[in-house]
C-alpha cells in the first residue's frame, strides 16, 4: 500500500508540471537598432552612448534591446525610484493622505550631504513637508535631503530603511540589485542592473497613478512651509519633458535620471505612441562631451552640442524611441486556426493519420524592414503515433528561427479524432511478434530441439533393429 501511494504521488507531480508547460514558449529575441542603411542596403547600427540599456515594450513584455542589461552597475539617482516605492506603498498609493501627512527631520538627514553636490530642493532641517511635495522633491529635482526625510521617517534609521528597500527589491526579482541608502550617492554596496530597475520602473507605473502623475512633470511649485512662505518651484532633470529645450520628446512620460561620476549619465524613461509604450534604462553614457562633439559645437554653437553639456542619455533614449515606433509592428507569425502538415498514425480503425495545427498563434513585434519570410518554420512530429489519438493531444512542435536564433517554439496539436481498430492492433502485435528476435531464436531452439529428438529417436531404432 505504501508503495502504491508513493507511485500515485509521484503521478499527481507529474501531471501537475505537464499541465504547467506552456503550450507555447517564446524566448527572448534582442534587436539590433538601427539608423538606415548604407549604399550597400546593409543596416547601419544606431549609434548608441550608454554602456548598459535595457528596453521593453510594457504592452507585451517584450524585451526589445538588450545590451549589458543585467550587468550590476552604479545607479546613482536611478536608486530614488525604490524610495518612492516604499513610501507609496506604505501609503497604497492613496494621494490625499500623501497631501495629509507631513514629515520632517533633523540634521541626521542632512548631514552627510553637505559638501557633495547632492542635488537638492531647499527643504531645511526641521521643516515639515507634506509627503506628496517630498515625493515631488525626489522625483523631479532629485532632492536627496527629500529621500533621507522620506528614510527616516518610514522607518527609525536609514539602515532599517535601506532593509525594506532590498526586501522590496527580492519580491520583485531583483536579482542583481542592493541597496545601502536612500538617495544613490556613492557608496561600495549600492547597485543595480538596468534590467532590474525596468522590473522596479514597471511595478511603479503600473501600481501608482500618483507615480505615473509626478514623473511626467516638467516643474512643480510645492506648498509653502514655515521657512518657504511662498513656497518653492522645482524643475525637472529630465530635459526630455521640458519643451523650451533641445532634448525635448513630446511622448516621454517620465520617469527618472542619475548622475554619479562613478555611474555616468543614467536615465530611466517610458515613452507613448499611438497605444503603444515603451520603457527604457539606460546607464553609463559619458559625462565629459566627447572630441568629435566639441568640433561640432564650434561648428554650430546653436546645436544641441553647443552648450557645456550633452546630456548622452537623453540622446540615447531620443533615438531608441524614434527608431521602435518607426521600425516596429506588432505581425502575426503563426496563425492557429492552420493546418500545418499530418502525422503517421498506427492501429488506426479507418484512418491512418491525423492532422496537426498550432496549440496557439504567435504576434510580436517586429521589424517593418525584415520580412516574415525571413523566419523559417522548423516542425518537427513525433514518431510512433498510436491510436487512440484526440482532437489538442500534442503531437510535435515548430520552432520559428531567424537566423539561427529560436524566437518561440509552439506545441502542434491534433485536429484528427482517431479511434483504435483492435483488429489491426492485435494483427500489428502478432506481426510484430513473429518478426521479433525473440521469436526467431526461439523457433531456433524448437527446431533445434525437433532435430536433436529426431537424431536420438532414429539412433534408438536403429540400434533396437540391429539387436
Same mark, same amino acid.
Given at each position: ?25 517564446? &524566448? ?30 510594457? &504592452? ?117 540589485? @542592493? ?48 521657512? @518657504? ?87 540615447? @533614449? ?23 502538415? &499530418? ?113 536420438? @529417436? ?10
Amino acid at each position: 500500500m505504501k508503495l502504491k501511494r508513493k507511485i500515485s504521488r509521484i503521478l499527481s507531480m507529474t501531471l501537475a508540471i505537464m499541465l504547467l508547460v506552456p503550450a507555447m514558449c517564446a &524566448d527572448a529575441f534582442n534587436f539590433t537598432p538601427t539608423s538606415g542603411y548604407d549604399d550597400d542596403g546593409k543596416a547601419i547600427p544606431l549609434k548608441l552612448y550608454s554602456e548598459a540599456v535595457y528596453m521593453v515594450n510594457l &504592452d507585451s513584455g517584450e524585451a526589445i534591446v538588450d545590451i549589458n542589461g543585467e550587468d550590476e552597475r552604479v545607479p546613482a539617482s536611478l536608486t530614488k525610484i525604490m524610495t518612492a516605492v516604499v513610501l507609496l506603498d506604505k501609503f497604497k498609493g492613496d494621494e490625499q493622505k500623501l497631501k495629509d501627512t507631513y514629515y520632517s527631520a533633523g540634521s541626521e538627514a542632512f548631514d552627510e550631504l553637505y559638501d557633495t553636490g547632492a542635488s537638492t530642493a531647499d527643504i531645511q532641517p526641521g521643516e515639515e513637508v507634506s509627503c506628496y511635495d517630498l515625493l515631488a522633491a525626489l522625483l523631479i529635482p532629485s532632492s536627496c535631503e527629500a529621500a533621507n526625510i522620506i528614510a527616516l521617517n518610514v522607518s527609525d534609521s536609514i539602515t532599517e530603511f535601506t532593509d525594506l528597500m532590498n526586501e522590496k527589491a527580492e519580491k520583485l526579482g531583483m536579482e542583481n540589485t @542592493h541597496f545601502s541608502n536612500a538617495h544613490g550617492l556613492w557608496a561600495q554596496q549600492n547597485y543595480s542592473s538596468c534590467k532590474d530597475m525596468a522590473t522596479l520602473c514597471e511595478y511603479a507605473i503600473s501600481k501608482y497613478q500618483v507615480f505615473r502623475d509626478i514623473v511626467c512633470l516638467p516643474s512643480y511649485h510645492m506648498a509653502s512651509t514655515s521657512y @518657504h512662505s511662498d513656497g518653492t518651484d522645482i524643475y525637472n532633470t529630465n530635459l526630455m519633458l521640458d519643451s523650451m529645450t533641445d532634448y525635448y520628446y513630446s511622448y516621454a512620460k517620465g520617469i527618472k535620471t542619475g548622475t554619479l561620476d562613478s555611474a555616468g549619465r543614467c536615465l530611466a524613461s517610458y515613452a507613448e505612441y499611438e497605444g503603444t509604450t515603451y520603457l527604457i534604462v539606460t546607464m553609463g553614457a559619458p559625462m565629459e562631451k566627447l572630441e568629435e562633439d566639441v568640433k561640432k559645437s564650434e561648428e554650430d554653437p546653436d546645436s544641441i552640442y553647443g552648450g557645456d553639456n550633452v546630456y548622452y542619455n537623453l540622446l540615447d @533614449h531620443i533615438s531608441l524611441y524614434k527608431w521602435a515606433f518607426s521600425s516596429l509592428v506588432a505581425t502575426d507569425f503563426v496563425d492557429k486556426n492552420s493546418e500545418v502538415r &499530418d502525422v503517421k498514425v498506427s492501429y488506426g480503425d479507418g484512418i491512418d493519420y491525423a492532422n496537426l495545427k498550432p496549440a496557439n498563434g504567435f504576434t510580436r513585434l517586429w521589424p517593418v524592414d525584415i520580412s516574415v519570410n525571413d523566419v523559417e518554420k522548423k516542425i518537427t512530429v513525433y514518431d510512433n503515433v498510436v491510436a487512440p489519438v484526440e482532437v489538442g493531444d500534442v503531437l510535435g512542435k515548430m520552432e520559428l528561427v531567424y537566423k539561427g536564433e529560436v524566437l518561440a517554439t509552439i506545441d502542434l496539436v491534433s485536429t484528427t479524432k482517431v479511434e483504435r481498430s483492435q483488429v489491426k492492433a492485435k494483427v500489428k502485435i502478432a506481426k510484430s511478434y513473429f518478426e521479433s528476435s525473440v521469436f526467431k531464436v526461439t523457433l531456433t531452439i524448437l527446431i533445434a530441439l525437433i532435430v536433436i529428438y529426431s537424431v536420438i @529417436h532414429i539412433a534408438k531404432i536403429q540400434k533396437k533393429y540391429m539387436k
